[in-house]
């Protein structure tokens, strides 16, 4: 997609020409875009036509007294106009848009927002909803906004404008990544091929790349991550990504994410219904890998170290079976009682590994669980940390992403479930706080470092089209990853 920003005054919206021109509209025709636009608008308000409802589009075709061939009003709602509801707002207009064949589109910043936080808004909220999840059909829709432009007032700084359209642009392009990645159907994107797209694109921006495969791993100790691997006929592999931004020996953040490129339970397999979908359990590797693209672009002073741990987990003649005992790298031993939670599995000795590889802060995403769907639904995914101060800093950076996550606890008693009989733990907890559980079981593996967890089972893919997306992967947590990185990075200097 092409960006260009405009700055201009209300009177020169008027003589703006393009396909479609799309103004933020509340109760009451628009004031702010000048006084043509405010008339235009005008007719689109009797009999309700248009009545400035959250997420409602008003279209009328060759407004008199502009420009444009068509102006969209898109509604404001009686809430407040925040990042997350523009960012909803601009993707809403252009899935309308686009699905009527055009291809320009041109959004006026609404006043309330820093002209920075609206282009970002607008920015990625169209190159979102750019996104079609019909990769491999023979005819492929290929209806995109192609070209998009941001009007601003015409005294808004432009530099601050200009950086905020680059860094916006690499954000959508991480989202973009994330989502492709998690699109994939199983049997094209293997373990291996997942291990490659994550190459090509370390190459392309710069950071250090290694593949850890299963000899290295098995020296390693990795003993967790290969009993998910042993069932499946395709090699494991193990991406670390490094991005050296910040000062030899200072704070490292690990991003770890989830790669299991398909999800049949194995020998505790799982039921055939929607079971296509556990394609998408790399989910949280995709914004892992799609965030270090970001955070490479955007050269952040800080260091960090990624790992995707990638696998499948399928019941084969080698697959671990229950009641198996597994030695993780760290050395504790794991019990399997029920070889679907293998998540935590290969994010155990992940986690261990980047601690090894000095990471001071750690973050993982991972599809871990369907009770955090139970316990959250599809709106906000399950946040877990052990350090309060952690928290903060992630939440004040999650706060400007507009993606929805909730703090669950962890509590030592919810970590009595999954004590081990024959070894030291358990990889299942039982029926009852299932998401909890499965936290405590990666906190086994972080000791003190300070740790966020982030189950995204319920928020990693749409299972339903919304105004403002399509059906499909969502991209979550990638703008999150970025942002905490970004909020390290700024604590540092
Ligand atoms: N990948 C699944 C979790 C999942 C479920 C993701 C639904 C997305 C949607 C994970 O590996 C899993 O199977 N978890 C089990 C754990 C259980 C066996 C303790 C689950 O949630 O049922
Ligand atoms: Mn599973
Ligand atoms: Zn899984």
Redesign the pocket.
């Known amino acids: 997609m092409d960006t260009e920003l405009l700055f201009l005054t209300p009177a020169q919206i008027a003589s703006a020409e393009t396909e479609a021109l799309v103004v933020v509209a509340g109760k009451t025709p628009p004031q702010e875009a000048g006084p043509a636009l405010a008339a235009a608008a005008a007719s689109l308000y009797p009999n309700d036509e248009f009545s400035g409802k959250a997420l409602e589009l008003g279209l009328l075709h060759h407004p008199r007294g502009l420009q444009a061939q068509r102006l969209l009003l898109a509604g404001r709602g009686e809430a407040g106009l925040g990042a997350l509801e523009l960012w909803r707002l601009a993707g809403a207009a252009a899935r309308l848009l686009k699905g009527k064949g055009i291809k320009q589109m041109t959004a006026v910043a609404p006043e309330g927002l820093a002209p920075a936080e609206a282009i970002r808004a607008i920015v990625t909220g169209v190159d979102s909803a750019n996104f079609d999840p019909d990769t491999y059909k023979s005819e492929r829709k290929q209806r995109q906004i192609a070209k998009l432009q941001v009007i601003l007032p015409a005294n808004a700084d432009k530099k601050t404008a200009e950086t905020a359209a680059r860094e916006a642009a690499i954000l959508a392009g991480a989202q973009g990544f994330a989502r492709e990645l998690a699109n994939e159907p199983g049997n094209r994107l293997t373990p291996t091929v997942m291990g490659q797209r994550a190459q090509a694109m370390a190459k392309a921006c710069g950071l250090e790349f290694e593949l850890i495969g299963a000899e290295k791993a098995r020296e390693l100790g990795m003993g967790a991550f290969l009993a998910v691997a042993q069932g499946s006929a395709e090699p494991p592999v193990m991406m670390v990504l490094r991005h050296r931004g910040g000062a030899a020996g200072g704070p490292t953040l690990g991003l770890i994410g989830k790669g299991?490129t398909f999800?049949s339970?194995g020998i505790?397999i799982?039921p055939a219904d929607k079971m296509d979908?556990?394609k998408f359990?790399m989910a949280g590797g995709a914004a892992t890998l799609g965030a270090m693209q970001a955070i490479a672009a955007l050269k952040l002073p800080l260091n960090v170290i990624a790992i995707v741990p990638a696998t499948e987990n399928m019941p084969g003649g080698r697959a671990q079976k229950p009641g198996d005992v597994q030695t993780a790298m760290s050395g504790k031993t794991i019990e399997i009682l029920?070889t679907?939670?293998?998540?935590r599995l290969i994010l155990a000795d992940a986690l261990h590994y980047a601690r090894q590889l000095g990471a001071t802060h750690l973050i993982d995403a991972a599809?871990?669980?369907?009770?955090v769907?139970v316990a959250l639904g599809n709106v906000h995914g399950g946040v877990f940390a052990n350090r309060d101060d952690f928290y903060a800093v992630f939440e004040a950076a999650r706060r400007r992403t507009g993606e929805k996550m909730w703090r669950l606890p962890l509590d030592a008693e919810y970590a009595d479930q999954i004590k081990g009989t024959v070894g030291d733990i358990l990889n299942?907890g039982g029926r009852w706080g299932?998401a909890i559980t499965?936290a405590e079981f990666l906190h086994a593996f972080v000791g003190e470092t300070p740790w966020i967890h982030l189950d995204i089972?319920g928020t990693a893919w749409l299972e339903e089209n919304k105004p403002w997306m399509p059906k499909g992967p969502t991209g979550a947590p990638t703008y999150t990853l970025i942002e905490l990185a970004r909020e390290l990075a700024a604590a540092k200097n």
């Open positions: 299991v999800d339970g505790s799982k979908l556990m359990d029920n679907d939670a293998e998540g599809t871990l669980t369907g009770a769907v299942t299932g499965a089972a």
